[in-house]
Each structure stands twice: as C-alpha cells, then as structure tokens.
C-alpha cells in the first residue's frame, strides 16, 4: 500500500536519480545521440514509408537499449543492490525506477518524434491527440516490464535466466495490444479512440503490470 | 547478557558445496561479536545470513526470540548490515550520500551527526562527489552511515580494510560509545584489531 511515508521514500529516489541525471548526464545525452541513430538506421533500411510504425519501433529499440542503463546505477561494484536492505517493502523501490525510466522514456520520445517530424517534412500522423495518448500508454508499459526485468537481470545475473522467460508473456500481449491500437490511431477522432477496445485493454494492461511487476520484483530479490 | 541472536542449526550451500554446517551459537544483546576465519571461510556469507541479506539457508535464526523470517523487510530497522566495500552512489556528494541514506532509513541517530564527522575527521570530503574520494573515505561515509541509522543490531564485516591507524582508532571509540549505550555489534575481522575493543564473544570459522 502506497502511504505518506511511501511517497515520500519514492520522492527521495526519484529526486536522487534526477540530481545524478543532471550532474552526470548519464542517460539524456546516451539518447540524444542513439536515438537519431536508430530513427535514421530504421528510416533508411527499412522501404516502408509508414513512418508511424518506424516511430513506435525506433521508440521501442531505443528503450529496450537504454533501461539497462538506468537499472545498472542502483548495482554495486560487488553485485548487491544499493538499497537492498532498506526498511521498506522492494516494490516501492521498484515503483520509484519505473517512474523514473518512464520520465526518461517520454525524453526518448521527444527525441524520436523531433528526428521523425525533419525527416518526414512535417507532422507523420493525423491526430495529435490520438498520438499523443498512445505514446503515453505506450511508453509507460514499456518502462515497467524493462525497469523491473533489467533492475532483476542486473540483480541475479546469471543466477535465474530462466526467470528471463518470463518476460515473454509480459511483453508480447504488450506489444500486440499496442499494435491495435496503433492501427485505429488515424482514422478515429479522439473520443472513439480513447473508448476504443485495444486502446483500453492496453490501458488495462498498463495497470496491471505497474501493479504486478514491483511486486514480482520484491519477491524475486529479497526469495 | 540476555541472548538477542540466537543461531541453531545453520547451514547454508552454494549448489553442492558445504560453506559451513550445524553452526549454533548465540549473541548477546548489547555485545560485541567478533567473527574470525581465513578467506574463504564463510564469514560474509553468514553475516549476510544473520542480517537476512540472504534467507536461502537452512537451520533458525532468532532475534528476540522470533524468527528473522517472520519480520520480512521490518527486520532492516532492527539489523544494519554493512559490507566490505562501500555501497554509495557514485554521482552523489558524500554529504548528499550521508544525507540520503540517513532520510531513507529514517535513523534515529541524527544529532550525532557532527560528532561522527568530527570523529572520522571527513569535514573536507563532504562536498566532493563520492567517485572522488579516495576507499578509506569511502569506507569512512559508509560507517557515519551505520552510525547514524543507529540500529539496535550493527553488522560490520571487515570494517578496518581501507583505513588508517588513527582511523581504526576513531572507529574502535565510536563503536565502544554505541556499545556502552546498547548498540550490538557483530564484527568480522582477521587483523586482530578488534582485539583492543575486549569482544564479549567470538565464533571462528574453517574452511
């Protein structure tokens, strides 16, 4: 449960992993640079000219390349967890990293969306609304299933890859979900969108998986 | 001394190999605790255990007379468990280390907070970032913050690596002073410089 005391645990995270961003550039300036990368790699290797799907795959790549990052900063040089033995429940810990990863998250997207808005000459889909929603929802599922399995994969290293497998049912109805959605994006307005049936299954999946994956984080680090 | 751990059966393995077995033993509260052994030996291991960094172990641990396990993450308030090598975040100062730690494990020893940073004389590290300062200091912090969290059970292992003589005997002081007002502390050490602080207890491990 997510008290007063909790928030302000999760408060004290993110505002940590902001001053070490700001004053490292750990992650922002890595983007800056991968993201353009792949937005033109898949632009110019790839003949489609749906620059939408290019967009939601560039997003999806660059994510899957940098949540490890953000995950490694809380793994100390002897493999432990920093904050492995804080008086609190591991899922808030978890809850805070995802937040934190879906901030960095919305960065990509920017990023992405700027490189895809010159190379396309303009904007690349009809509605700005649509888009702009499903990018939210996008993003936020995406930063949980990564920000809990790379937080695990930096944790138990070679001890559970099998725990690695997991991430399959997770991420494939994820992926799918978005996929759906992403087809009715340009040709619904925004009111039959958002009470679309894959726009909210997607949104219920997104909620199910912030509440399942810190969860099943706490268990697999602290079991 | 009213016994505060209590060790009965305890055996722990990595895959087929036997680290140590039918281990039992008890530590008093408000004790020192020294832990001896070679490399290798176990000693990181069970401390690990009795802090409940790792609960895949067989045998029971009792902490005033309940088992560990039954406390889950509420057993931290209660047992602080410091390793060898530092665990800060590298980006961050020192001071915004001591600072973040101290408000995350809500310690109840803040207006120590100057005499231990007086103690282990790190006043003009505080400002420098943490990948900046040197093991010894490193390992200086990550002790103020054992201090400060003020646990009712401290679990040092190694703590003398990286420090100087004087340091070992700043350390040695602030440990003496938290034990004489109810710390317990369960210490593993093969320099002998524990010795100076007269433990209560010990228990030596073989490979």
Redesign the interface.
Known sequence: MIDKKNFSIIYMILEKDFVSEFRDKLNLMYFLILAPTISLILFIFNNSDDFLYLYFLSVLIVSLLTNQRISRQEISPNGDLILINIPIDLSIFCLSKILFAFILNIFINLIVFSTFFLISNGLFFDDLKNFTILSIFFSLGLSTILTMFSLMLERIKAEGQFMLIMIYPLIVPFLILAKNSLIEINYMDFMEFINSFSLQVLIAFDILLLAICPILFSYSVRR | MKVLLKIASLEKKYNENVVFTSLSFDIPEKSIFWIKGINGSGKSTLMKIL???I?DYQGDIWYSEKNIKKFD?????EI??L???P???D??SAR?NID?FS????SKGLNNRAHLIDAFQVEKHLNK?TNELSDGIKKKISLIISFLINPKVLIFDEPYNYLDASSVESLNRVIKEYNDSGATFVISDNSSLISKLKPNGSLGLEV
């Not at chain 2, 993450?73 to 308030?77: P, Q």
């Open positions: 802090s409940s960094q609960e993450y509420k057993i931290y308030n602080f468990y390793p060898t090598s665990n800060l975040y980006s961050l915004e973040f408000k995350i494990f809500l970032r």
